[in-house]
């Protein structure tokens, strides 16, 4: 699909986040789950799969996809450093 003469790009990226415990998981799904209404320019979908959290990100171009993925690393950061702070 073109638009003003540009081929329109669609990226993806898939993360999976490992925990030590289910509840440690499900506690991280839930936070992730709240950032995933707020895509503007693409959009993601987070699963939890029993200890692991996976997020599949979806983009309509690269900047857009390395944007979402900066904000879902540095959150995934903050919950992993939490998990062995209170583990």
């Not at 900047?63 to 690393?73: D, G, K, M, P, Q």
């Amino acid at each position: 699909m073109k638009s003003d003469g540009k081929e329109k790009i669609s990226c993806s990226a898939t993360l999976r986040l490992d925990f030590a415990s289910e509840k440690s998981a499900k506690a991280a799904f839930h936070a992730l789950l709240q950032e995933a209404d707020f895509s503007h320019r693409g959009g993601s979908i987070v699963k939890l799969d029993s200890k692991s959290v996976v997020l599949e990100i979806k983009a309509e171009d690269p900047v857009s996809l390395r944007a979402s993925l900066n904000s879902y690393l540095r959150l995934m950061h903050i919950i992993k450093s939490v998990e062995q702070d209170t583990g």
